[in-house]
């Protein structure tokens, strides 16, 4: 049996972990062994994301002390919580493709931003790029127009020169 102190414990731990999340995640793990949930909880730190398995009581608490009116109990299955501290889309793609791998495995509700979104939200979420390649494309948009600038310049000068080599020949 769990001390009341300990769930105390619980119940702080995983209100900090709400309070510094960037994207949180609920999942139903049922049918899914040790080894994948470690190979999962492997991937998933790697991003910068950590998977949690709490009661949900201990959820419901949590959630509340933060201001989140969302009791979990709604939610069917074992269920497990991902905690985004870092980018928001990567978990998310990570899960998507593991619920692929692992029919059992389902993504059952998320919350980014603050608000509550379904699980067709959070795979939503997962089609998007990542961080990274949404900064390339940026990177990309900024460097277009200096780089066709680049181009016109480059054949100005590669025409003058072209020119200057006509009259050098036609006055010898």
């Known amino acids: 049996m769990i001390t009341k102190a300990k769930k105390q414990d619980i119940v702080k731990n995983l209100e900090d972990q709400f309070q510094r999340q960037t ?18 909880r492997r991937e998933l730190r790697k991003l910068g ?14 959630l509340k002390k933060i201001g989140v009116d969302y009791d979990p109990k709604w939610l069917d299955g074992q269920i ?8 928001q889309v990567a978990p998310a793609k ?10 059992t495995f389902k993504i059952l509700k998320g919350i980014l931003g603050g608000k509550l979104y379904e699980g067709k ?5 997962a089609k998007l790029p990542t961080r990274e390649q949404l900064l390339a494309m940026v990177v990309g948009t900024l460097i277009a127009p200096i780089q066709g600038l680049h181009t016109v310049l480059q054949g100005n000068m590669r025409n003058l020169a072209v020119v200057l080599h006509k009259i050098s020949k036609a006055k010898q």
């Not at 990570?94 to 029919?103: G, I, P, R, S």
């Not at 939200?121 to 979420?125: C, F, N, P, S, V």
């Open 94 to 103: 990570t899960l998507a493709k593991f619920a692929k791998e692992n029919k």
């Open 80 to 87: 497990g919580v991902v905690f985004g501290f870092e980018d």
């Open 49 to 62: 994301a950590e998977f949690k398995i709490a009661k949900k009581t201990f959820l419901r608490i949590a």
């Open 121 to 125: 939200g959070m795979a939503d979420l």
């Open 23 to 40: 994207v949180v995640i609920f999942t139903d793990y049922r049918g899914i062994n040790v080894s994948k949930l470690t190979t999962l």
